[in-house]
């Protein structure tokens, strides 16, 4: 895990696919928002994915990879949110990422809002399955499939989550949004955040802006000084 920023805000950072820490200095994000860290306005944890043994693991099928990610969760909640408290002394972390960082950050926010209430998603596809998904789709990756299981919210649960979480769908509508599936994945989830009164914004950029760090970096600048 990497770090940037002395106080304010936590933000745990999920990097795009099979991406580590220091991607999101690497590719500008980090500088996109100094004005925020340097006024102690924000603070960036930056961690390593996992991808590569679960989500991405071409070879293995949907239900070992789901059972993979499950090591990654409990890391990021048994020692990178404690580490962050400890840090910051804040008990609410907002999550954001791009690309399967989105996923990731959309995901965990669903599963435990009560560690991250607020998640910036920039560029996601909220369906495992479609990134090569081959054998059973069981619990597990229903579980981690937010297209499938926030369809099924209802009850208890549900208006526990219209008070808790607030969800940011950001997304350009240029060249390979489109191929991803990042475009139309990003609008099912918000029908389905619409139609489940779950607090939410959609927020899709023109037809010149791409899947690719540049947007990502002018749409965290946008976005991220409203939450901090």
Not at 4 to 29: C, I, K, T
Not at 142 to 152: E, G, K, Q, R
Not at 167 to 192: F, N, P, R, Y
């Amino acid at each position: 895990m990497v770090r940037y920023g002395h106080w304010g805000r936590p933000v745990l950072v999920f990097p795009s696919e099979q991406g580590r820490a220091w991607d999101f200095a690497n590719n500008g994000m980090v500088n996109a928002v100094a004005s925020l860290i340097d006024a102690g306005r924000v603070k960036l944890y930056c961690v390593d994915s996992h991808d590569g043994a679960s989500w991405s693991a071409a070879d293995r099928p949907m239900e070992d990879r789901a059972a993979e990610h499950t090591k990654y969760e409990e890391w990021i909640t048994e020692a990178v949110v404690p580490f962050i408290r400890a840090d910051t002394g804040s008990g609410e972390i907002l999550t954001t990422g791009a690309s399967m960082g989105a996923f990731h950050a959309l995901n965990f926010a669903f599963k435990r809002a009560d560690l991250f209430p607020v998640a910036i998603c920039l560029s996601g596809n909220y369906d495992p399955g479609a990134w090569r998904g081959w054998g059973d789709r069981g619990d597990g990756t229903y579980f981690n499939s937010p297209l499938d299981y926030v369809a099924h919210l209802h009850g208890d649960h549900l208006d526990w989550l219209r008070s808790r979480l607030s969800i940011l769908l950001v997304c350009g509508q240029g060249q390979w949004e489109d191929t991803t599936g990042s475009l139309e994945s990003t609008k099912k989830m918000a029908e389905l955040l619409r139609d489940k009164e779950i607090r939410y914004e959609l927020d899709l950029w023109g037809y010149d802006v791409p899947h690719d760090w540049p947007s990502w970096r002018a749409q965290l600048a946008h976005h991220l000084p409203r939450f901090c």
